[in-house]
Nanobody, 123 residues
């Protein structure tokens, strides 16, 4: 399994931006599709964005399309989530996950996931 550590969360005002990073360990990072999921207290975990092993295919939940961008750098074993035009409803703990493919990630099929990083968007 790949070990994942998220960073970059914080408090930001609505309309602002944050860039999350997920550092992965292991030699097989490029064999995993990667994704970001989020969960706010009292709500169910939600898939946010996914990216294919090569980084050529991405998928986003409708609510973040046009605002969030997922990317990866396989040479650095890192996946990113650039979040722009943040809204209060984006407030959640964001988790990095690795899976067989991005579709599997949307189904909660993970090989590994991180401990999460808190994103809070004030109004």
């Amino acid at each position: 399994q790949v070990q994942l550590v998220e960073s970059g969360g914080g408090l930001v005002q609505a309309g602002g931006s944050l860039r999350l990073s997920c550092a992965a360990s292991g030699r097989t990072f490029s064999s995993y599709a990667m994704g970001w999921l989020r969960q706010d207290p009292g709500k169910e975990r939600e898939f946010v964005a996914g990216i294919s092993q090569s980084g050529t295919i991405t998928h986003y939940v409708d609510s973040v399309k046009g605002r969030f961008t997922i990317s990866r750098d396989n040479a650095k074993n890192t996946v990113y989530l650039q979040m722009n035009s943040l809204k209060p409803e984006d407030t959640a703990v964001y988790y990095c996950a690795a899976g067989r493919n991005r579709v599997a990630l949307t189904r909660g099929e993970y090989d590994s996931w991180g401990q999460g990083t808190q994103v809070t968007v004030s109004s």
